[in-house]
């Protein structure tokens, strides 16, 4: 079978685009290696999606999936391995050997948290180490815990994690936060949560789970070891396309550039979502891009018929 498009992902970019190339009568399958909804489902509460004044991340997750079901959208679980293009037809090679042929690709695979790369990070990840306040939260009930970062998630995962520990460290390499105003002005008016700024952490250390913190002052240098029962790390985003590597679909960061209507530099190839080259990473955001990209595809096909 040659499918008209092949969504890749299941994030809100890529269940919107199913929606509108379903809704545009085009033979669409989306191919998820997880959980439907992509971040949405390590997210608590989404409070800026138009429409919800607060919708939990895991519940607008199983709504915009059930949407795209109800109009007969297939799916298969799996994770790209490489993308073979065409024209007329391109072809997704999955890890373990499947491979789909369709007229248009939707690239909305996302992103996921950076890592600090430091030692004890990789070796107490589960043990202590993380990445998802929602996820892993509850396990540091009355414990000391340390947030990496100075963004928008670090206040936000930092308050969540107020809700289950006794003190919050919010740890960032800068002499200022980043985050919105309104999301300092909530963590810094929270009792439970303080700051350590010019601090880079250097080492995780413990023994079977984390139990010490090592940062240093980026200013003088001096290194400090401090107890901590666990550290979450929140210092941006990479993008999901490693299966993209050596093509020309990607900047040198690994983003995805695209036009204005979301096409690629490989023609038949669109991407949706946070795997873009863009300013702004949101639900709403790549909703939108999930059903632009979705109509460019559908002209796409009607323009190669």
Excluded at 10 to 26: F, H, I, M, N, T
Excluded at 68 to 81: F, K, P, R, W, Y
Aim: with cysteine.
């Amino acid at each position: 079978m040659v499918y008209d498009t092949v969504i890749l992902g299941g994030g809100p970019a890529g269940l919107s685009a199913a929606v509108y190339a379903l809704r545009s009568g085009l033979n669409t399958l989306l191919v998820e290696r997880g959980l439907y909804g992509g971040q949405m489902q390590n997210t608590e509460e989404i409070e800026n999606y138009t429409g919800f004044t607060s919708i939990l991340g895991p519940e607008l997750s199983e709504r915009m999936r059930e949407h795209a079901q109800t109009l007969g959208l297939q799916t298969e679980l799996g994770e790209v391995e490489s993308l073979e293009f065409g024209p007329p037809v391109h072809r997704v090679h999955l890890i373990g050997g499947g491979v789909l042929e369709t007229k248009t690709v939707i690239i909305a695979t996302g992103c996921e948290p950076k890592k600090l790369g430091i030692p004890g990070e990789r070796e107490f990840s589960g043990r202590g180490v993380s990445y998802c306040a929602v996820c892993d939260g509850a396990f540091f009930k009355n414990k000391e815990l340390y947030v990496i970062g100075g963004g928008d998630s670090a206040c936000e995962e930092g308050v969540y994690l107020t809700r289950h520990a006794a003190k919050v460290t919010i740890v960032h390499r800068r002499e200022k936060l980043r985050a919105q105003p309104v999301l300092q002005e909530r963590a810094r008016n929270n009792e439970k949560i303080s700051f350590l700024f010019n601090r880079r952490p250097v080492e995780i250390q413990g023994d079977r789970k984390v139990e010490r913190l090592v940062f240093a002052d980026t200013v003088t240098g001096e290194v400090q070891t401090v107890p901590a029962d666990g550290v979450f790390i929140y210092i941006g985003l990479k993008p999901n396309t490693e299966f993209l590597q050596g093509t020309s679909l990607i900047n040198a960061e690994g983003w995805i550039p695209t036009d204005d209507r979301l096409r690629t530099s490989v023609p038949g190839v669109f991407a949706a979502g946070d795997v873009r080259d863009t300013w702004l990473r949101q639900v709403i955001t790549a909703a939108a891009d999930g059903a632009m990209a979705a109509m460019s595809a559908y002209h796409y096909v009607e323009e190669q018929s």
